[in-house]
Structure formats: C-alpha cells, structure tokens
C-alpha cells in the first residue's frame, strides 16, 4: 500500500506538501496540487480516515464555521453551541466566512491545522466538495441550518416552507390580498423555500401565485431591507401591498423603518412579518410580528450530534433533525386596510 512518501516522490514534491494538499489545500497553488492529486490517484493512495490521531489527554475541540457573523441568526446559533459545548466540557474554536467561498476553503484548512475533533458548519457554499473530502477522510462534518442531504453526514435545520407558509397563512386570514415577499434567490436556498411556503399557502386559499409579488433584496442585511421599503414607498398608495413578508428579521425591520421614516403606518397601512425571531424583533418601534427559529437550539444540537459521531466512530448513524417554526404574533401586523 502506497503511503505519503510515496506519493511525494512520484509527484516529485516533499512529503509536507502532500501532507498540505491533503489537510491545507489553499497553501499550494493549483498546478502543484493538481500534480499531486495525480499522483495520490495513480498510485491508489488511501488517507486512512482513523489515523487523525490526538495527544493523549488532550482536551476536545470542535470548530464552528459560520457563513455571515455580521447577521445576529448565526451569532445566536454559534452561542448556543458554545454553551452545550461548556456543558460538555469541549473547546470551540469559532470562525466567520463572510459569506466568501474562499475564505471558507481556508477557514476549514484552518480548522483542520488545528486538529478539531469535529467541524459544525453553516456553509456559504452547500456544494463545497472540501467539505465532501473531509467526511471522506473520516472528519465528523454536521451540517446547521444550510443542509446537504445527499452527503453522508448529520444535519440540522428548520422547516423553511412551513415557517413560510405560517406567514402566508396570517395574513390571509387579516384579509390582506396584495402580499409581498422581500429576499433574494441569491441569498440562499433558505429563502426559496420560505418564498414557496408564501405561495403554498395562497394557492391552499384558492389565490394564484402570481398575485404575490417578490422584491429581490441580494443580501440579509438591513440596508437592503431599507431599499426595499423606498421601492414600496414611492409608489402610489393604490399600487402598493398592504402586508410585507421578508426572509429575515433584518430585512423586515430595515423595511419597517423605511416605511415609518416616510410616515406610512405600520400595520395601519401596510403589515409586515420577519423570519428568526431575534432580540431585536420585539424591541422594535413597532414589535415585530415574525417567524420564529430555536437558535440557541440549533446550535446546542450540533454541538450534542457531532460529539455523538466522535464517541461511536464507525456505529455512529448519521441523524437529521428538522425543527418546526413558529409564528410569534405582535403589533406590526393587523387587518387589511380597506
């Protein structure tokens, strides 16, 4: 059987650059690892998944890579899992992507230098096939709130059409007929899913799904929120849907602010709902009628997943969680105006 010797001679590089193709890809430019990937193929080279071997006594160590730090969902999550981690008592090295496939590539490689037990993830990039390497390499992967279900690993999410179709369902029943939805497609698959729990629930009211208009929004963040509601607020009362529906609480409350700045009452004029449920949802000027994730819960089951898989190794049975949303009903949304 080839081992990493091996293959560092046939590619004609040091066994450490084999070693960094395997655990650091981002450390060797393209033509190298390509030279080596080569060789590691030719030469039938297996890295023996069991052979990530740790100090003795050495304390446990997770790595948490998050998609976005600058969007509070995702803060709330890495807390939780830090909490269930303290009651544990395994470490958590915390990294943020920035929304960047590339910078995730190397905050894996990262994750991987430091010899992590384990890696929870919520991936910019779902399809990131250095994330299919690990698991292949025997690196328990748990995947939290952006899922991968055809990769043979743990995953964890909420049911992102059921918690759009609790929205869509509320304010059909306030009677408001001219809905919009605030996300973009680009954002994540997430924001599909909530758009098409919208349309469930106006088709099952026996509306066609063109009646609801989507307003792209390229990000989560709170300004794109705000140049939403100017896009409904310039438009003539008649012209405008009387209730909003966002992808995230950031968004609805960046609408929300951009609609009372231009002295149009919420809910009195337009309703509006969020998705998350974060702090600040309730402490708005207007509290915020949202869909609520379990945050901290999500994070807390990761965390009681992955050490799962690290204590059974090969009996481990890869577990899917789906958490059922919730609506949390408050003051920005009532009855269509008439």
């Not at 599909?192 to 208009?213: M, P, Q, T, V, Y």
Request: proline fraction near 5%; aromatic fraction near 6%; hydrophobic fraction near 40%.
């Amino acid at each position: 059987m080839a081992n990493i010797r091996d293959v560092a001679r046939h590619a004609g590089v040091s066994a450490g650059t084999v070693s960094n193709v395997l655990n650091r890809p981002s450390y060797v430019n393209a033509s190298t690892r390509e030279k080596v990937l080569s060789s590691i193929e030719k030469l039938e080279f297996v890295p023996v998944a069991n052979a990530r071997q740790y100090r003795t006594g050495r304390e446990r160590t997770l790595g948490f890579a998050l998609a976005d730090m600058g969007n509070p969902f995702f803060v709330d999550v890495a807390l939780g899992a830090e909490a269930a981690a303290k009651d544990f008592g395994v470490g958590v090295v915390i990294v943020h992507n920035g929304e960047d496939p590339s910078r995730e590539q190397q905050n894996l490689d990262l994750l991987v230098q430091q010899r992590v037990h384990g890696i929870m993830i919520t991936p910019v990039d779902e399809r990131n096939p250095r994330l299919e390497e690990l698991i292949q390499r025997g690196v328990p992967v748990v995947y939290v709130d952006r899922i991968s279900g055809d990769r043979p690993c743990c995953w964890l999410a909420t049911d992102d059409t059921a918690g759009g179709r609790l929205a869509g369902e509320h304010l059909l029943e306030l009677g408001h007929r001219r809905i919009a939805f605030v996300g973009g497609a680009s954002i994540s698959r997430q924001v599909d899913h909530r758009f098409e729990g919208l349309l469930n629930a106006a088709s099952a009211a026996g509306f066609s799904e063109s009646s609801i208009e989507r307003i792209d929004a390229p990000s989560w963040k709170f300004d794109e929120g705000r140049n939403a509601g100017r896009i409904i607020a310039e438009r003539p009362r008649a012209e405008r849907p009387t209730a909003v529906f966002c992808a995230n609480d950031m968004l609805a409350l960046g609408v929300l602010q951009e609609l009372v700045l231009d002295g149009i009452s919420v809910p009195g004029e337009i309703s509006i709902i969020g998705f998350d449920d974060l702090e600040w949802a309730g402490a708005s000027t207007v509290p915020l009628t949202t869909v609520r994730q379990p945050r901290n819960e999500l994070g807390r089951t990761a965390v009681r997943m992955i050490l799962d898989e690290i204590e059974q190794g090969t009996a481990h049975v890869h577990e899917h969680v789906i958490f059922e949303p919730e609506l949390i009903i408050r003051a920005s949304t009532g009855p269509a105006a008439t």
